[in-house]
């Protein structure tokens, strides 16, 4: 039990306002987002020193915290390779450096559970200021895409355009990241406006989002986007009647767009015969073939790769070396390998092995039957507060076995997924946790 004295309020703020500069972190770098992450974690350590560990662990934390473990121990047993084989690509213990830098994930999920079960945040705000956020980087493409700048003075880079981001072309992401949180807003923090305006704002925001991520180039956002829309209105009754209308909705400023602007047709089109293809050579079964995209290509790396440390991996972010002193290389093939195999679980499998990649895997089916399991599809979903809804899909999408990724270990995609996995958690009913029904 945590004792509240009178400036709880302002502990309070002074925490809300570290968790809200998480969307604004994104925006602004790295640097400010391990700076954000520092700050949060410092201050729960300050305020509420070793209460922050005295939470309730459940069989996925365990786990989190068993994968946590492992990155450190297959660093240390990779470095040591390295090591005794003179081979200091990147410098020696560098791989165990780097896994030592991740535990901040850790420290991070932890604090933000902590303080979410115990109400010491408000996640009011942070909705909102995704949601006015989401809206920034949209306007901002809008204005790079008829001006050829952004407000900032960047310029738009090739068939895609990266808004605030620069030539980093991840604007696209950015909006299917956090948009979501925008359509919450009313219903959830302001009920008596919800009623009034709900009909006339959310398809205006949705036509918003959707022009920014088209015209952004990012083709796998726009279809995780959609995705997730269309899921969040199947799963909550009081939605379902919105589906029609935001398939029509949707229709209509795709062609649109399409329709009008060459850059966007020319991008949907060339992903349009990359699945095409991809589709008959994976049917075929012809991975070697030297005309086959490049997704499927860094597939085929990504299996010999793996197979030279198959149970507990290469260690952090070392796929870079291992790839290309892999086994089976053909030498007359123009194939570079990338840094990462373009997918999540390809790399965990990679980086922390077969272990890992259970260890990782059990821990997000788990946390999937604590919440999206018992809030859509047992008798307990009563309990459940509908803000949990947002993080449930959100987090659903994030680890979607099926599209192409960034890598895991970055430390935008890392953030992200242990910021929505940290609020998500916190989120979860004490009585309907796993550990009471063992």
């Not at 990779?78 to 994930?105: M, P």
């Not at 696209?172 to 919800?194: D, H, K, M, T, W």
């Not at 799963?235 to 909705?249: E, H, M, R, S, Y």
């Amino acid at each position: 039990m945590i004792l509240l004295s009178d400036s709880s309020e302002k502990v309070k703020n002074f925490l809300t306002f570290f968790l809200c500069l998480m969307p604004v972190s994104f925006i602004a770098g790295n640097m400010i987002i391990n700076i954000n992450i520092l700050l949060l974690i410092l201050s729960s350590l300050f305020f509420f020193k070793k209460e922050v560990f005295k939470i309730k662990f459940f069989w996925f934390d365990k786990l989190i915290i068993a994968y946590f473990f492992l990155i450190l121990y297959t660093g240390i047993y990779n470095d040591l390779i390295f090591y005794q084989e003179k081979l200091a690509w990147k410098g020696y213990f560098s791989t165990v450096v780097k896994s030592l830098f991740f535990f901040k994930y850790l420290f991070l999920y932890i604090c933000l559970r902590f303080l979410v079960e115990n109400k010491m945040i408000k996640l009011k705000f942070f909705f909102i200021t995704c949601a006015t956020a989401s809206l920034f980087v949209c306007f901002d493409l809008f204005y790079q895409f008829f001006s050829g700048q952004n407000i900032f003075g960047f310029e738009a880079v090739g068939r895609k355009i990266g808004g605030p981001f620069r030539d980093e072309l991840i604007a696209g992401g950015y909006i299917q990241r956090f948009s979501i949180f925008a359509f919450f807003v009313l219903p959830f923090f302001y009920s008596n406006f919800s009623n009034k305006f709900s009909k006339y704002l959310l398809p205006v925001l949705f036509i918003i989002f959707t022009c920014g991520i088209l015209i952004s180039g990012n083709r796998m956002p726009m279809l995780l986007f959609v995705f997730s829309i269309i899921l969040i209105i199947i799963f909550n009754k009081q939605t379902i009647k919105f589906l029609i209308p935001f398939v029509f909705i949707f229709s209509i400023t795709f062609i649109i767009i399409f329709k009008i602007n060459n850059e966007v047709k020319i991008n949907f089109l060339k992903f349009y015969n990359q699945v095409s293809s991809m589709t008959e050579i994976v049917i075929k079964g012809d991975f070697k073939n030297n005309n086959s995209p490049q997704y499927l290509r860094e597939f085929e790396s990504f299996y010999d790769t793996w197979l030279m440390n198959k149970y507990i991996g290469g260690g952090l972010k070392n796929f870079r070396y291992y790839c290309h002193t892999r086994p089976n290389i053909d030498k007359n093939s123009n194939f570079v390998c990338n840094m990462h195999p373009h997918n999540y679980y390809l790399e965990i499998l990679t980086e922390t092995g077969l272990v890992g990649f259970i260890i990782l895997v059990s821990a997000f089916l788990l946390i999937l039957q604590s919440t999206f399991i018992k809030k859509y599809f047992s008798r307990s979903s009563k309990n459940y507060d509908n803000v949990i809804i947002p993080f449930i899909f959100l987090f659903f999408i994030e680890i979607f076995p099926i599209k192409s990724t960034g890598s895991f270990f970055t430390t935008g995609n890392t953030t992200y997924l242990f910021l929505i996995m940290g609020l998500l958690v916190g989120l979860i009913p004490k009585q309907n946790s796993i550990e009471k029904n063992r």
